[in-house]
């Protein structure tokens, strides 16, 4: 595809995120028009929609690319339909609900030479790169990841997190992943993992993560989602030159005791920056690391009944 092209492109799960994020950068970015969406409950106006993927793909419409902003559960069979139906797609993180899904998805996408973008918006985030380049140059003895946040502020009304295929806690958990993948300059493999699953739920509530690094770095990670007040979205970093504190889910950087450096959140509008960008050089991205670490606790952690959960929050 050349440049100039703009990309007819259907969203598909008109819910939160579609209306928070997707919505406002497809409706910025002169490389894509908003051709269809697909949701059985919503719509946007002025714009044709259907209640399945399904009857967009059987309908005369013309897109060339997919968003799915649908639950992780129900991804994989819209993906491969649309990669079946020669559409290049763009995945929600979690890019699915299993790594093998994700894994057959990107070989389809290969073998009819489409592109497949599994996205993790919180690696856009502003301080994400300067954080990735100042430790490249550091030898780090210690990573803490604190990911504490309200559910029911966050998630109302949303029971799917809360069934099998989904993550629980790890749906956000999974951006810190995202992030500390992406900023360290190794990999590393879960040692330990503590999960917490209300006793009327599929998916755990909270989770302590611990890490083993070739280095010998102690990193850890701790997701809880009762939390209430200040919410916090921190990675503390202590390096043999200091320390760095990445917080807001990776929007400030701080070196030492000096000053905050922020910018612009731009995670939304570089997605689809990047997923124009695919389209062109006819490539995929699929990194699947962060869905591998939470796969990962899930093979090793050991399990906590603990309170049933109530979705008190007006939806
Ligand atoms: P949401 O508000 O519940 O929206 C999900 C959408 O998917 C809805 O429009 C829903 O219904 C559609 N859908 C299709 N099949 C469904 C099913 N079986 N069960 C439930 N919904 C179904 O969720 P969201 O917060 O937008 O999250 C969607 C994805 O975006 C998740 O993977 C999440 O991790 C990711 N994400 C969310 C946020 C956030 O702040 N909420 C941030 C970043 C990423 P309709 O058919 O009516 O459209």
Known sequence: MTKQENIPLALVGIGKIAHDQHLPSIARNPDFSLAATVSRNNSVEGVISFSTLTALLNSESTISAVALCTPPH??????????????????????????????????????????????????????????????????????????????????????????AGNLGVFDPGINALSIMTHILPHAVHLTSADLEFPSNCQTPIAAKLEFATPSGAAISAEFDWRHTGHQTWDIIIE?????????????????????????????????????????????????????????????????????????????
Not at 100 to 114: I, P, T, W
Not at 131 to 148: F, G, Y
Not at 248 to 257: A, K, L, T
Not at 282 to 298: E, G, T, Y
């Open 74 to 163: 129900v991804r994989f069979e819209m993906a491969w339909q649309a990669l079946s139906a020669g559409k290049h797609v763009l995945l929600e993180k979690p890019p699915g609900a299993t790594l093998s899904e994700v894994q057959s998805l990107h070989d389809l996408a290969l073998k009819n030479g489409l592109t497949l973008y599994a996205t993790w918006h919180a690696r856009h985030a502003a301080a994400v790169d300067a954080a990735r380049a100042w430790l490249s140059n550091q030898h780090i003895e210690a990573m803490r990841i604190v990911w504490k946040e309200d559910v029911r502020r966050w998630h109302p009304g949303q029971d799917w997190i809360w069934q």
């Open 239 to 315: 390096t043999d030159n200091g320390m760095m504190k990445l917080s807001d889910g990776g929007s400030h950087m701080q070196v030492g005791g000096g000053p905050a450096q922020h910018g612009k959140d731009r995670e939304y509008e570089t997605i689809y920056r990047n997923f124009a960008a695919l389209i062109t050089a006819n490539k995929c991205d699929v990194d699947l690391a962060p869905l591998r670490h939470v796969a990962d606790a899930f093979l090793l952690g050991k399990r906590r009944m603990t309170d049933p959960f109530t979705d008190t929050s007006p939806s």
